[in-house]
């Protein structure tokens, strides 16, 4: 399964802040927004990743990831010309994709649990349909809702009811099957004039094919696309990291735990990072070849 990042849009909840950087280069305490998605993929065991941003903003990105090749993964890169709905993804990410399945997550979403590794890997091992994730929120109606029985099989979707069917939240992070740009392709523009992931969901449901997985009490789902929120979301991974004694979504960690990049590369990337904790912990590990069990 391969990838996609969807990291554009002008962020105006953000202004003064994002009227000169994209949303996602901004810090999440110690390392940009981008990492925390990027990580996901990679605890899903996704190596190919498709990274869709601005006009603007995709060299930054360029500058920041590369190629990949120093993760042992492979980025690609793609404008988006204008914001025109999640569901878009799919269709600018075809040729990426080349008939295969693909995973989307938005590139403003943090999460952070016990047990979300396998989660990540029930869902990227799917053969047919669609996954989507719940997660409980007090006041759901700002969000696509989803209404599902005791077996988990899915009943009902709503784009941000006033009178919602249930408390479940569908968070940034999809999963689908080979069929899903061809689907993307048939969507027509919503009243809104955007191609709605929520009536992509739809068309996987219609077929009886789309499941939800629960992220229970305890897990932590964040974005970042208000100050506050931004805030929050550094004071969360400061307090994590500050606390245990390891980084949240430190992605070249990650690529060594998976044996995608060696002791040596491990060591290389930290020295890069010179005199910076950041970089001294990548040194650390790199020297140790410590394997603490843990969350990435």
Request: aromatic fraction near 10%.
């Amino acid at each position: 399964m391969k990838g996609i990042i969807l990291a554009g849009g002008s962020a105006t909840r953000l202004y003064p802040l994002s009227k000169a950087i994209s949303k996602q280069i901004m810090p999440v305490y110690d390392k940009p927004m981008i990492y925390y998605p990027l990580s996901t993929l990679m605890l899903a065991g996704i190596r190919e990743v498709l990274i869709i941003s601005t006009p603007r903003d995709l060299p930054v990105f360029r500058e920041l990831l590369g190629t990949g090749e120093e993760l042992g993964m492979s980025f690609e890169y793609c404008v988006q010309e204008r914001p025109e709905g999640l569901a878009q993804a799919f269709v600018l990410g075809a040729d990426f994709l080349n008939g295969g399945p693909g995973c989307l997550i938005l590139g403003d979403n943090l999460f952070y649990g016990q047990g979300f590794s396998a989660m990540l890997h029930r869902a990227s091992a799917l053969k047919k349909g669609a996954c989507i994730f719940g997660y409980s929120v007090k006041d759901p109606r700002a969000y696509g809702v989803v209404e599902f029985d005791d077996r988990g099989r899915v009943l009902s979707l709503e784009e941000k009811p006033e009178h919602p069917r249930s408390h479940y939240a569908v968070p940034g992070l999809y999963f689908y099957d080979a069929t899903v740009t061809a689907k993307a392709a048939s969507l027509r523009p919503s009243a809104r004039g955007e191609y709605e992931i929520t009536d992509l969901n739809k068309l996987y449901l219609e077929e009886g094919t789309l499941r939800v997985e629960i992220f229970g009490r305890g897990f932590a789902w964040l974005d970042t696309g208000n100050c506050d929120s931004l805030l929050e979301a550094g004071n969360f991974v400061a307090t994590i990291q500050n606390r245990q004694g390891y980084r949240v979504s430190c992605i070249e960690e990650i690529a060594w735990r998976k044996g995608w990049i060696d002791n040596r590369q491990l060591q290389t990337l930290g020295e890069r990072l010179g005199k910076t904790e950041y970089g001294r912990y990548l040194m650390e590990l790199a020297t140790s070849g410590k394997h603490k069990k843990q969350n990435t």
